[in-house]
């Protein structure tokens, strides 16, 4: 019998579920899985291949090219891609985009979804990610669902960007993270939605702190830590 526990966060891109994930896996000893990362390696390289992303007939063929895994170096998760440490790379603002977008296509979806369940299997995880609850891990033991408003999203992706020194105008980031929602919302394969026995967190207006520390308190609430 499986005795590993699982947690699965979901929610729309800048809510937050990454940060707040990486640091509730860290308090608890579970092992962080950034699903999202594993799309972003896939989008770079397409973008690095000069492919078009929301053009399947041009990402297919490049899948058997990509040797992409996950590397936990002191509990934290690096992005192997092709050899290469990509965890950087991945997070610049064009690949974003070309995440959403290959993600939309169903052979990018199967080619990542043993490596995301074989995770899951042999360790304690907190996954997050569009469909983690709903197609990924649908037998998770903790199901959130993590959001907050568009506005309150892009003010945080320009605060993060500020932070390492790039300044991006804060209506094309609102833009973009309401395109990114309607794309992820409305894909024919496993779009962006709760599943049914999620408990919805709205984090709007929190700071990151009061987020780490619900999110914290309700997991272990519900797998009996103590």
Same mark, same amino acid.
């Given at each position: 019998?499986?005795?590993?526990?699982? %947690? $699965?966060?979901?929610?729309?891109?800048?809510?937050?579920?990454? #940060?707040?994930?990486?640091?509730?896996?860290?308090?608890?000893?579970?092992?962080? %899985?950034?699903?999202?990362?594993?799309?972003?390696?896939?989008?770079?390289?397409?973008?690095?291949?000069?492919?078009?992303?929301?053009?399947?007939?041009?990402?297919?063929?490049?899948?058997?090219?990509?040797?992409?895994?996950?590397?936990?170096?002191?509990?934290?998760?690096?992005?192997?891609? +092709?050899? *290469?440490?990509?965890?950087?790379?991945?997070?610049?603002? $064009?690949?974003?985009?070309?995440?959403? +977008?290959?993600?939309?296509?169903?052979?990018?979806?199967?080619?990542?979804?043993?490596?995301?369940?074989?995770?899951? $299997?042999? /360790? /304690?995880?907190?996954?997050?990610?569009?469909?983690?609850?709903?197609?990924?891990?649908? +037998?998770?033991?903790?199901?959130?669902?993590?959001?907050?408003?568009?506005?309150?999203?892009?003010?945080?992706?320009?605060? *993060?960007?500020?932070?390492?020194?790039?300044?991006?105008?804060? *209506? #094309?980031?609102?833009?973009?993270?309401?395109?990114?929602?309607? +794309?992820?919302?409305?894909?024919?394969?496993?779009?962006?939605?709760?599943?049914?026995?999620?408990?919805? %967190?709205? #984090?709007?207006?929190?700071?990151? *702190?009061?987020?780490?520390?619900?999110?914290?308190?309700?997991?272990?609430?519900?797998?009996?830590?103590?």
């Amino acid at each position: 019998m499986n005795s590993t526990r699982s %947690v $699965a966060i979901d929610g729309p891109s800048g809510a937050g579920k990454s #940060t707040i994930a990486r640091a509730v896996s860290k308090m608890l000893g579970f092992i962080y %899985v950034d699903t999202g990362a594993l799309y972003r390696a896939i989008g770079l390289y397409a973008l690095t291949c000069g492919a078009d992303t929301k053009n399947p007939a041009q990402v297919v063929p490049l899948l058997k090219r990509i040797d992409v895994s996950l590397r936990f170096v002191k509990d934290e998760q690096r992005v192997i891609l +092709n050899g *290469e440490d990509v965890s950087q790379r991945i997070r610049e603002n $064009a690949v974003s985009m070309a995440a959403s +977008n290959v993600s939309a296509i169903p052979e990018v979806r199967a080619f990542l979804f043993d490596l995301q369940r074989s995770i899951a $299997a042999a /360790n /304690n995880v907190i996954m997050d990610g569009r469909d983690i609850g709903t197609v990924v891990l649908p +037998n998770a033991d903790v199901k959130i669902f993590l959001t907050a408003t568009p506005e309150d999203r892009a003010m945080r992706r320009c605060d *993060e960007l500020a932070a390492k020194g790039q300044t991006i105008d804060y *209506e #094309t980031i609102l833009k973009e993270i309401k395109e990114r929602d309607y +794309n992820d919302s409305h894909r024919d394969i496993a779009p962006l939605k709760k599943a049914g026995d999620a408990v919805v %967190v709205d #984090t709007t207006g929190y700071l990151l *702190e009061d987020s780490i520390a619900e999110i914290s308190a309700l997991i272990k609430s519900r797998l009996g830590i103590h």
